[in-house]
């Protein structure tokens, strides 16, 4: 019993308090840390950030005016990012697509999926109101990611082949979502 | 019952399809299960082939004999999306039953991956309720990858759709 209380204190395996909260400026260095470690840039489709000043566009342009993009916090300090995006045609506002990312350091002790289940929460909450469905597209190959999303309450809906580019190779991916109307049973 | 196969063919869209593609793209039947709103006039015909189907990266005429009698398009993707294309059509009402969505289908499959490359895989979204556009996919040889929960707007209202692929690798099953 009072093992089951540690857990539901949310410092999921003992690594300390977790928390969102929106990127800023000087959050470059820490953005920094995951955005140049090549254990990370495997799976995406981005090329490490190797300069301050490009790191700091990217913030400036791209994740400051973000339709929803928070820090991933350990203890106050940012350790990794997420995002839900926002599509332009009127008939696809009902869904957004969820990225994640965590510095390699930090793998393994269930903070992404922490991270992902607070952010669905804010994103139905009222963060995001449009949205009836939040969706991930993940590598076959990435079976990290894939159970972040399955403990994270996603489902999976099926196996796309030959569905995107990464680095040069066609990649088959699995999607994943979660609804607004979706509980943790 | 079955059109005779080689009745039906797709080429480009012509200015002079206009009446033909009013006939079809007017019918709330056929643009039921489409994105487009029905059209109302020859004017928005003519606007809708020159400014749409005319440009488009690949949109046929579907024709039966040289009547055109519906439309199939390919849109592919760009960048890291580019080994993909999504397809769509329609068949006037008059026409379906008869396998002219089926067999427009395996044409523009038999094509499109020789107009573009890139692209390795057909993907098509299809309503949990259109039962007679799966059956025209999986009479084509596509796969249903899965079901896409609360996915799009469609006319207002939220969608459940499976998504179904076709890959360069794919064979269509005999007729």
């Known amino acids: 019993m009072e093992e089951q209380k540690q857990q539901t204190a949310h410092t999921s395996g003992g690594a300390g308090a977790i928390s969102l909260r929106p990127m ?17 840039a495997r799976f995406c489709t981005w090329e490490p950030y190797t300069s301050r000043d490009d790191a700091l566009a990217y913030i400036a342009g791209t994740i400051l005016p973000h339709p929803y993009y928070r820090a991933i916090c350990l203890d106050g300090r940012p350790v990794g990012s997420l995002s839900v995006t926002r599509n332009e045609a009127a008939s ?23 991270a992902v289940k607070m952010a669905a929460a804010e ?3 009222g963060a995001r109101p449009e949205l009836e469905r939040v969706e991930a597209v993940v590598d076959v190959e990435n079976e990290a990611s894939q159970r972040v999303l399955e403990k994270a309450g996603f489902r999976r809906e099926g196996v796309m082949r030959k569905y995107f580019v990464l680095k040069g190779r066609t990649r088959d991916a699995v999607m994943f979502s979660r609804l607004s109307t979706d509980d943790d049973s | 019952m079955e059109i005779d196969p080689t009745a039906v063919s797709l ?29 109302a006039s020859r004017e928005e015909a003519l606007a809708t082939i020159r400014d749409v189907c005319i440009p488009h990266p690949w949109r046929r005429a579907v ?8 439309f199939v398009s390919i849109w592919p993707g760009s960048g890291n999306d580019r ?20 067999r427009a289908v395996r044409m523009a499959l038999s094509q499109v991956f020789g107009d573009f490359p890139d692209v390795l ?20 040889g596509f796969t249903r ?12 209202n939220l969608q459940d759709l499976y998504l179904y692929s076709f890959l360069s690798t794919d064979v269509v099953p005999a007729d």
């Open chain 2, 11 to 39: 080429r480009p869209f012509r200015i002079s399809d206009a009446d033909d593609f009013l006939s079809f793209a007017g019918d709330d039947r056929v643009t039921r299960f489409l994105r487009w709103k029905t059209l």
């Open chain 2, 121 to 140: 895989r057909i993907q098509a979204f299809v309503g949990v309720d259109n039962k007679a556009s799966q059956r025209v996919l999986e009479k084509a």
């Open chain 1, 24 to 40: 800023q400026l000087s959050d470059v260095d820490d953005f920094m840390v995951w955005a140049n470690d090549p254990d990370i």
């Open chain 1, 123 to 125: 994103v139905f909450g």
């Open chain 1, 92 to 114: 696809d506002a009902c869904r957004g697509e969820l990225g994640y990312v965590l510095g390699s350091g930090y793998w393994g002790r269930g903070i992404t999926t922490e």
């Open chain 2, 63 to 70: 024709c039966v004999g040289d009547r055109c009698v519906g």
């Open chain 2, 145 to 156: 990858d899965g079901l896409l929960r609360k996915y799009a707007y469609l006319k207002g």
């Open chain 2, 83 to 102: 080994c993909r294309a999504d397809i769509g059509y329609c068949v006037a009402r008059e026409w379906w039953g008869k396998g002219v969505a089926t």
